[in-house]
């Protein structure tokens, strides 16, 4: 069974403060795949990164970095310098093989100016 | 490039109503996935297709719903008869292919379906 684990249901920071959102996965495949999606108060769901398991390295995106930990069974997303639209609900998810993806309960982050 | 299109974007019904929804994914996209999506949960996975085909409907309520994928493109989710638990948003989603590459799954923008 796969799992999704975000221990965090809402973060509030103040602008330009550096924020993680933690996630925390269970599977017992080798071969998966990791996603971040945002969602903001529209509704939509906007995709942010996707990672292989055999990928390890970390990634930077402009303010969004993602750090991916097998040995943890994490991977977990920074935002440097928040800005307010960056308020959102945040998901990270799962996904085995070419199935569906697997959610966790998402992370509400609050960026107040 | 056109998204992934929902309609309609908002459903009121009262319990024991029949109820459809309407996805039309990314032109090409040979994947299309219906989830559900209570308030304040993560989305959940109610029935994925593979062109016409159903690879995995396991978490599908059998009992009320019931989804179609058209000649392998639009494809519909019907409820019969709703219940006060059904409401939620009802996510649409596409990718590329099976055998593709891509793995990136693109959501429509949802329609909201309140029970009464």
């Known amino acids: 069974a796969q799992k999704v684990t975000q221990a965090q249901t809402e973060i509030s920071v103040v602008e330009k403060e550096d924020v993680t959102l933690d996630c925390v996965y269970e599977?017992?495949?080798?071969?998966?795949?990791l996603f971040w999606y945002k969602q903001p108060p529209s509704g939509e769901l906007v995709f942010l990164i996707r990672?292989?398991?055999?990928?390890?390295q970390n990634e930077i995106s402009g303010r969004y970095s993602w750090n991916f930990q097998k040995s943890t069974s994490s991977f977990n997303f920074t935002i440097t310098a928040s800005q307010v639209v960056d308020s959102a609900v945040y998901f990270c998810?799962?996904?085995?093989?070419?199935?569906?993806?697997?959610f966790g309960s998402g992370t509400r982050l609050q960026v107040q100016p | 490039e056109a998204g992934v299109a929902q309609s309609p974007r908002y459903k009121i019904i009262e319990k024991r109503q029949s109820v459809a929804f309407w996805c039309n994914p990314i032109s090409g996209h040979a994947t299309l996935y219906w989830y559900q999506q209570i308030l304040g949960q993560g989305p959940k996975l109610l029935i994925q297709f593979q062109n016409n085909g159903v690879v995995d409907d396991s978490q599908l309520p059998k009992d009320r719903f019931s989804a179609e994928r058209l000649k392998g493109v639009d494809s519909t989710l019907k409820i019969q008869p709703a219940k006060l638990e059904d409401s939620a948003v009802y996510l649409c989603?596409?990718?590329?292919?099976?055998?593709?590459?891509?793995?990136?799954?693109?959501f429509g923008p949802g329609t909201r379906l309140t029970v009464t």
């Open positions: 599977t017992r495949d080798t071969t998966y795949y």
């Open positions: 990672r292989n398991s055999f990928d390890e």
């Open positions: 998810a799962l996904m085995r093989g070419r199935r569906a993806l697997t």
């Open positions: 989603a596409s990718s590329l292919d099976w055998a593709g590459v891509s793995y990136e799954q693109y």
